[in-house]
């Protein structure tokens, strides 16, 4: 199931948003319409470089691959660290910091598509470090392919906010609590950010398909605790302004 990842695609890069992707869906699609747009051809290339369409987008980018860092930091101060597994992977956006903290990555997604676009030698990895062991695998975060405490720490990067019902995001936190030896982050939208209030209220009055779900920190740490998990700390991208926010949560052993 897991192969070793040697080198990048050729893909030729894309411009733009490929036709049929979620912004262009028409009115009859669903919320999770979202899930299909990795897979339609050009997708995981547009995935891979629209952060660095613009000066903005590149700073943006920055400052969550440091949000990101700071969290898993907090994991990596209170046990060893070796082994971990970045799911939802996407286009590998995440495996330079991961690497900062572990030898040996799984990047997992249930994308194919993204899965082979992996960026496997981004620029943005810390120099002088030694190169990181990355398998990449396709799998789906709600029947991951592993057993039991497979890895140390697990990253849930972007993908919880695309679920929009309660009873998915809980059992999203029970199979990567299963998998986790140690413990996890977990970056979701805060329900209590001046964002995700924002996103809410226009949620409520139904002004757009909603394919992002803005949560509060309260059903994020019940849902843990449920799971065996102690939530450790959070911090966000731009506190109180941003809804994007990564949380650290340790395994009850
Ligand atoms: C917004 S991207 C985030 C990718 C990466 N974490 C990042 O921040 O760049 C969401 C990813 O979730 C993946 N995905 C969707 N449903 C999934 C599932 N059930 N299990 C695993 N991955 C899934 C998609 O294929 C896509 O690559």
């Known amino acids: 199931m897991i192969q070793r990842a040697d080198s990048n695609t050729e893909d030729k890069p ?4 490929p036709s049929g992707s979620m912004h262009k869906a028409g009115a009859d699609a669903t919320p999770n319409d979202w899930r299909k747009q990795y897979d339609i051809p050009g997708y995981a290339d547009y995935y891979a470089q629209k ?6 987008k ?10 990101v860092r700071h969290a898993l930091r907090r994991l990596s101060t209170r046990f060893p660290v070796q082994t971990s597994l970045d799911l939802p992977t996407g286009t590998g ?3 330079p910091v991961i690497s900062e903290f572990s030898g040996d990555i799984i990047a997992m997604d249930a994308s194919p598509a993204m899965v082979s676009r992996l960026q496997l030698n981004d620029s943005s990895a810390a120099p002088n470090t030694t190169p990181p062991k990355i398998a990449r695998c396709v799998g789906s975060v709600f029947e991951i392919p592993l057993p039991d405490d497979h890895v140390d720490i697990v990253l849930c990067s972007r993908l919880i906010h695309h679920l929009p019902d309660a009873a998915a995001r809980l059992s999203l936190f029970s199979e990567l ?3 986790a030896r140690y413990g996890m982050v977990v970056t979701f939208f805060d329900a209590g950010s001046y964002c995700g209030m924002r996103r809410n209220a226009r949620a409520k009055r139904k002004q757009k398909l909603n394919t992002r779900h803005a949560i509060s920190r309260k059903e994020l740490i019940a849902n843990a605790k449920s799971n065996g ?3 450790i700390g959070a911090n966000a991208l731009l506190r109180f302004h941003t809804e994007i926010t990564a949380a650290s949560f340790t395994k009850d052993r």
């Open 177 to 179: 609590a299963r998998v």
């Open 14 to 17: 894309v411009k733009g948003k």
């Open 229 to 231: 998990l102690t939530f």
């Open 51 to 56: 952060r660095d369409e613009s000066f903005l």
């Open 93 to 95: 956006r995440f495996l």
């Open 58 to 67: 590149k700073l943006s980018n920055r400052f969550e691959l440091n949000m």
